[in-house]
C-alpha cells in the first residue's frame, strides 16, 4: 500500500534547515514524573475502590482436584472470588498459539500459575481471604530441563494442555545454500556450544490493573481497564475475547508507565482478573503485582543453549553458519512462535554468509513462560555468533576488527535468508568505537588481566506483518490545532519511558513551528485514540513518526497556504518556526503561528488531520516465516569493551563500554544516547551477574525473586558508558530514523567475554561470567600451560599474572 | 480497617498532619493511601530498590521499610516537597531535565531525595564517585546510570558555583 510517508511528494520537504530534529530537548513529560505529580497506574484512586490478589500455585506441575472458596467467602470484606471455570476462553499474544488461561483451569504449569482471585475491601483482607482458599492438588512430575521435557512420549504427562505437539512448543528448521558443502570446505571452521542463561526485565513500576465498570455490562455497560501495558491495543483485543464483551464497550487505558523493556507486552492475569472482579462486584477494582509476582510472571529472556559451526576461508570470510538452539520456553507460549523464528532469522546481518542453515526447538518446561526481553530472540544467537568470530579471528591471526569489515553486509543489500537492508552504517560503528577506545594503539600493550573486547549487532525497526493479519495501517496518528496555539497529537503508541511522546511533539514541533510545551501529546487511551500496535520491536520511531510526519506535513500545508494567501507569496516561502509564521525571503515579515491557526481554521474549517503508516512488503523472503523479522529498516552497533580480570578471584571489572549505534538519525539526541546507554547497561548486567531460574530441587520455586537476590547493576557496578550515534539515515525512517532503543543491547555481552579472552585467554561461552565460572577457566587454562598444551597467554606481559 | 490504629502526629513537607493509621503500617503506606502524597514509589516494598526513598529529618531512608509510627514527631520530606524553596523547581529536577536523566520516571523521585541529601550535607559540588556511593541503594532500570550522575553534578555546580565562577 503507498502511503504519502513512503513516496513524500517534493513539496513535502521542509524549505529551510530543521529547527528541531537531531537537538536534546527537554521531555513532554518528566517533569511532572520528577515532581511526583504523574499518576502511575497504581496511583490512581476511585471511589469505592475494592483491592484483589492472586492465589497462586505452589507446585511447578499439579491437577486442580478441587477448589472451595467458602470459607474465603464467609470473610467480612470480601466481596466476590474467581477461579480458572469463569475464563474458559484461552488466549495468547499470538493468534496462533492461544494457549494461557487467565486463571488456571484444570492444571497448573508452574510455581506461581494464578488459581483463583479475591476482591476484598483492602489488600490485608484479601491476603487473608486467599489463606482461607482450600484447593486440592494432584501433584505431577515437572519439567525443568527443556532437552528432558522434549524426550517426554507420555502424553498424560504433557505440559500445557493445549499444546498439539507434546511438550515441543515450536520448532523451525530454514537452510539457505549448500551450508554442508561451504562448511566442511572452509579452510577454518569454528565449532562451539553457548548457552545463555535466563534474565528477567527489572521494571521498577510493577504490573498493576485498576478495572471499573460504568452501567450494565449485559446490555451496554462500559468497561474501562487502566494498565501499566506497553500493548494496549492487544489488551484490549483479548480482553474482549477472554470477557465475551465487544470491543467497542472496553476502553483501555494505559498510565503513565515505570518501565517495561518488554516485560508488559502481553496480556496478564491480572488485568482479566480485576475486570470480571469489577464487573461481578460493580466496583473499582484494583490489583498490583508484589515483587515476587512480578518475577514469577516473568516473560523475560528465553534461556538458550546452541550449538554453532562456522565455516571461514583463509582471508576470514564466512562460508556457513550452522546453527542449532533449544529454546527453554517456560509453561506457555507467549510470543514463542516469534521467538523461535527470531533466534535464527535475525542473525543474518551485519555480516554476509555465504550459506545458513539453523533449526530452533522451543520446549515447554514447568516454570514461568519466557517472551520478549528487550533484543527479542536475537540477543542469545548474537551472543554465540559473536564469540564465533572472535575465536575465528585468533585463529586466522586476523584483527577482530578488521574481521568484521571483511564481512559486512553493507548497505541496500540482501541477506542471506531474503531480507532486504537499507541504509547501513556499521562500518562507521566500528571506525569510532576503535578510534574512542584507542584499540590499535593500546591492545597490543595491555598487561595479563587487562583486555579489549570488540561485537557487532544488528536490529529490526519494527516488523513488516502485524501479529494478527491484516491490511489497515500498522500505525496511526490525529493532530488538532486550534486557535490557542496548540496542537494536540492523539496516539496510540505506548510511552514506556522511552520517550515516544516526546518524539511526536519533535516531529510536530518541526513541522508545524510549535516549541515541545505547546503540544500535547495523548497517549494510548483506546476510546481516543487511533489503533497502534504498541511498544514492542523496536516499532514507533518508524512506524509512528511515519505517520505523524505525514499528519503534520498535511497541517503544514493548510497553515502556510492561509498564510501565503494573505501575504501574497508563493506557499513555499512561508516558514513555521519557533511559535511563528515567517517569509523566508523577508524575515522581518512574520505573524505569531496562533494567528496563523486562526487565518488556516478561517480557511479550512477545524483544522485537523490524520496520518498513517504501512510497511513496504517487498523486503522479505518468498518462504515459509520469511517474512518473521523482515523489517522496513535496520538498526547497527558496535561495542567495544575494556575489562581487568583478577586472575586470583575470577572478578570481572569491566572498565568502560564504548558503543556506537546508527539510528539513522538522532530525532532527540539525548533521548538516543539514553536508550544506548540503557541499552548497554542491561546487556552489561546480563553478562555479569543476571540469572531468572528455578530451583529444581526445591519444586520449582524461582531461586531469587526480589530486587536482592536477582542482581542487577547498582550505580557502583556498571561500569563507563560511552554511547556513540552514528546517522545512516533510511529512506523507510521519518527524517531518516531508525530504532534505538533495544539494537544496544546485543553487543555489549559478546565484547566483554570477547575481552576476558584478551584479558586472560579464556572463553567464557556461558552465561553470566561470575567469578567462579572465571576462575575455574583461568585455572583449566594454568594447566594446560603448564603441560605445554597452549602457548601462556600473553607471555611477553607477565605483569599481573598470577604466581603458581 | 480492622487492626487497631494509632495517631500519627508528624511534620510532612513543612506542613503539621495528624492522621489516624494502622500500627502495621509503613510510612510508604501512610504517605500514598492516606495523604495522597503519590510521588513515593513502591518498586518492592522490601528495601532492595530505593524507589520509595524519602527524608526523615533531612535523612535519606526507605519508606517501605519505616514504621510510620517511626515518624511521630518528626519531620518527613518527600519529593512533592523538594522544589517549595526553589519557585517549584528544584535546581535538580531541573538538572535531571535537561539531562534527560529520566526515562521512565519511576526511580526518579528516590533518586532525587537521596542526591538532595547527598549535596546538602557535602555542602559543595559533588563528584562522581560519591554521587555513584551516595546512590548505590537506588536502582534504575532504564537509563544505565550515566545521565542521572551527570545531572546530579550538574545541580551540584549550580548549587555551588567554583568561587570566581560567579
Ligand atoms: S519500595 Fe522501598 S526499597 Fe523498594
Ligand atoms: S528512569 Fe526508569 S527506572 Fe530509572
Redesign the pocket.
Known amino acids: 500500500m503507498a502511503t504519502d510517508a513512503n513516496n513524500p511528494s517534493p513539496e513535502d520537504a521542509p524549505s529551510h534547515d530543521p529547527w528541531q530534529l537531531g537537538q536534546s530537548h527537554r521531555k513532554v513529560d518528566a517533569m511532572e514524573r520528577m515532581r511526583g505529580i504523574t499518576r502511575y497506574t497504581d496511583d490512581l484512586k476511585l471511589p469505592g475502590m475494592l483491592h484483589a490478589k492472586i492465589l497462586r500455585s505452589p507446585h511447578a506441575h499439579a491437577r486442580i482436584k478441587s477448589i472451595d472458596t467458602s470459607k474465603a467467602l464467609a470473610l467480612e470484606g470480601v466481596f466476590a472470588i474467581v477461579t480458572g471455570q469463569d475464563f474458559k476462553i484461552p488466549y495468547g499474544i499470538i493468534p496462533w498459539t492461544p494457549d494461557e488461561n487467565a486463571l488456571a483451569v484444570d492444571k497448573v504449569l508452574h510455581v506461581g500459575d494464578g488459581v483463583a482471585a479475591v476482591a476484598a475491601r483492602d489488600e490485608d483482607t484479601a491476603i487473608a481471604a486467599m489463606r482461607l482458599i482450600e484447593v486440592e492438588y494432584e501433584v505431577l512430575k515437572a519439567f525443568f530441563d527443556p532437552e528432558e521435557s522434549l524426550a517426554n512420549t507420555d502424553r498424560s504427562l504433557s505440559i500445557n494442555p493445549y499444546g498439539r505437539k507434546g511438550n515441543l512448543s515450536k520448532r523451525v528448521l530454514l537452510e539457505f545454500g549448500e551450508v554442508e558443502q561451504k562448511i566442511s570446505g572452509a579452510d577454518l571452521v569454528v565449532e562451539g556450544d553457548y548457552f545463555f542463561e535466563g534474565t528477567t526485565h527489572g521494571a521498577?513500576e510493577p504490573h498493576c490493573a485498576l478495572a471499573h465498570v460504568e452501567g450494565d455490562m449485559s446490555k451496554s455497560g462500559i468497561l474501562t481497564v487502566w494498565s501499566a501495558t506497553q500493548v494496549s491495543h492487544y489488551l484490549h483485543r483479548e480482553l474482549s475475547k477472554v470477557l465475551e464483551i465487544p470491543a467497542h464497550r472496553i476502553r483501555v487505558i494505559q498510565p503513565p508507565l515505570g518501565g517495561a523493556f518488554g516485560g508488559k507486552s502481553e496480556p496478564f492475569d491480572l488485568e482479566f482478573c480485576a475486570a470480571k472482579l469489577a464487573m461481578l462486584t460493580g466496583r473499582p477494582v484494583k490489583l498490583l503485582y508484589t515483587?515476587e509476582e512480578v518475577f514469577y510472571s516473568h516473560r523475560g529472556r528465553h534461556p538458550m543453549k546452541m550449538h554453532y559451526r562456522t565455516g571461514f576461508t583463509r582471508e576470514g570470510k564466512i562460508t556457513g553458519v550452522d546453527a542449532r538452539t533449544i529454546l527453554d520456553g517456560g509453561a506457555y507460549s507467549s510470543f514463542g512462535l516469534v521467538t523461535t523464528y527470531y533466534s535464527g532469522q535475525l542473525l543474518c546481518a551485519p555480516y554476509e554468509f555465504a550459506s545458513y542453515r539453523f533449526e530452533s526447538l522451543r520446549a515447554y518446561t514447568n516454570k514461568p513462560a519466557c517472551g520478549p526481553k528487550r533484543g527479542h530472540g536475537s540477543v542469545q544467537p548474537r551472543f554465540a555468533m559473536e564469540i564465533q568470530l572472535d575465536k575465528a579471528a585468533v585463529a586466522l591471526g586476523i584483527d577482530p576488527i578488521e574481521l568484521r569489515r571483511r564481512n559486512n553486509l553493507g548497505s541496500e543489500s540482501t541477506t542471506v535468508n531474503k531480507f532486504r537492508v537499507g541504509s547501513n552504517g556499521f562500518s562507521e560503528c566500528l571506525d569510532k568505537v576503535e578510534a574512542a577506545s584507542g584499540w590499535r594503539e593500546r591492545k597490543p600493550k595491555l598487561p595479563y588481566g587487562r583486555g579489549l573486547g570488540v561485537a557487532g549487532s544488528t536490529y529490526i525497526s519494527g516488523t513488516n506483518y502485524p501479529i494478527y493479519p491484516n491490511e489497515m495501517p500498522q500505525a496511526a496518528v490525529q493532530i488538532c490545532l486550534d486557535r490557542s496555539g496548540r496542537a494536540r497529537v492523539f496516539s496510540g503508541a505506548n510511552d514506556i519511558g522511552q520517550g515516544s511522546n516526546t518524539m511526536l511533539a519533535v516531529i510536530v514541533s518541526e513541522e508545524l513551528g510549535l516549541p515541545l510545551e505547546d503540544i500535547r501529546v495523548l497517549s494510548a487511551d483506546t476510546d481516543l485514540c487511533p489503533v497502534d500496535l504498541g511498544a514492542y520491536s523496536s516499532r514507533i520511531t518508524l512506524m509512528v513518526g511515519n505517520a505523524c510526519m505525514q499528519a503534520a506535513q498535511k497541517l503544514r500545508r493548510k497553515v502556510c497556504a492561509a498564510v501565503a494567501k494573505r501575504w501574497e507569496i508563493p506557499r513555499r516561502r512561508v516558514a513555521l518556526i519557533a511559535r511563528k509564521a515567517l517569509d523566508l525571503e523577508n524575515p522581518d515579515r512574520s505573524v505569531p503561528l496562533r494567528e496563523a491557526f486562526c487565518w488556516a481554521e478561517a480557511d479550512n474549517g477545524l483544522l485537523g488531520e490524520v496520518g498513517s503508516y504501512n510497511t513496504p512488503k517487498d523486503r522479505h523472503g518468498d518462504y515459509r516465516g520469511g517474512t518473521i523479522g523482515a523489517s522496513p529498516a535496520y538498526s547497527f552497533t558496535a561495542h567495544l569493551a575494556e575489562v581487568e580480570v583478577d586472575p586470583e578471584t575470577g572478578i570481572v571489572d569491566v572498565k568502560t563500554i564504548w558503543v556506537a549505534h546508527d539510528c539513522g538519525k538522532a530525532l532527540s539526541k539525548r533521548i538516543v544516547e539514553g536508550q544506548i546507554e540503557g541499552s548497554t547497561y542491561m546487556g552489561f548486567g546480563e553478562a555479569l551477574m543476571e540469572q531468572h531460574v528455578v530451583d529444581p530441587q526445591h519444586n520449582g520455586v524461582h531461586a531469587s525473586p526480589s530486587?536482592l537476590d536477582y542482581r542487577m547493576p547498582t550505580f557502583l557496578d556498571t561500569p563507563k558508558l560511552e554511547a556513540m550515534i552514528v546517522e545512516a539515515p533510511d529512506a523507510n525512517g521519518p527524517y531518516g530514523a531508525k530504532e534505538a532503543g533495544e539494537g544496544p543491547l546485543h553487543s555489549s555481552i559478546p565484547a566483554i567475554a570477547n575481552a576476558i579472552y584478551d584479558a586472560v585467554g579464556v572463553r567464557i561461552d556461558t552465561l553470566p561470567f561470575s567469578p567462579a565460572k572465571v576462575l575455574a577457566a583461568i585455572d583449566a587454562r594454568r594447566e594446560q600451560e603448564a603441560a605445554g598444551l597452549v602457548p601462556e597467554h600473553k607471555s611477553g606481559q607477565t605483569h599481573g599474572r598470577r604466581s603458581a | 480497617m480492622s487492626e487497631a490504629a494509632f495517631l500519627l502526629s508528624t511534620t510532612v513537607n513543612g506542613e503539621p498532619v495528624t492522621v489516624a493509621a494502622p500500627h502495621h503500617w509503613t510510612l510508604?503506606e501512610v504517605l500514598r493511601y492516606k495523604l495522597d502524597l503519590i510521588g513515593?514509589?513502591?518498586?518492592?516494598?522490601?528495601?532492595?530498590?530505593?524507589?520509595?526513598?524519602v527524608q526523615l529529618d533531612g535523612e535519606p531512608v526507605?519508606?517501605?521499610?519505616t514504621l510510620a509510627a517511626h515518624a511521630q514527631g518528626r519531620e518527613v520530606t518527600t519529593v512533592e516537597g523538594l522544589g517549595h524553596c526553589h519557585g517549584g523547581c528544584h535546581p535538580l529536577q531541573d538538572a535531571f531535565d535537561r539531562w534527560t536523566a529520566a526515562q521512565c520516571g519511576f526511580c526518579t523521585p528516590?533518586i532525587l531525595m537521596s542526591a538532595e541529601a547527598l549535596i546538602r550535607k557535602r555542602g559543595r559540588a559533588v563528584e562522581h564517585t560519591e554521587v555513584a556511593e551516595a546512590l548505590a541503594?537506588n536502582?534504575c532500570r532504564c537509563t544505565g546510570y550515566t545521565k542521572i550522575l551527570d545531572a546530579v553534578v550538574d545541580a551540584s555546580q549550580q548549587m555551588h558555583p567554583a568561587p570566581g565562577k560567579e
Open positions: 521498577i515483587r530486587f | 510508604l513515593s514509589k513502591q518498586g518492592c516494598d522490601k528495601g532492595d530498590c530505593g524507589a520509595c526513598t526507605l519508606a517501605c521499610l528516590g541503594g536502582l
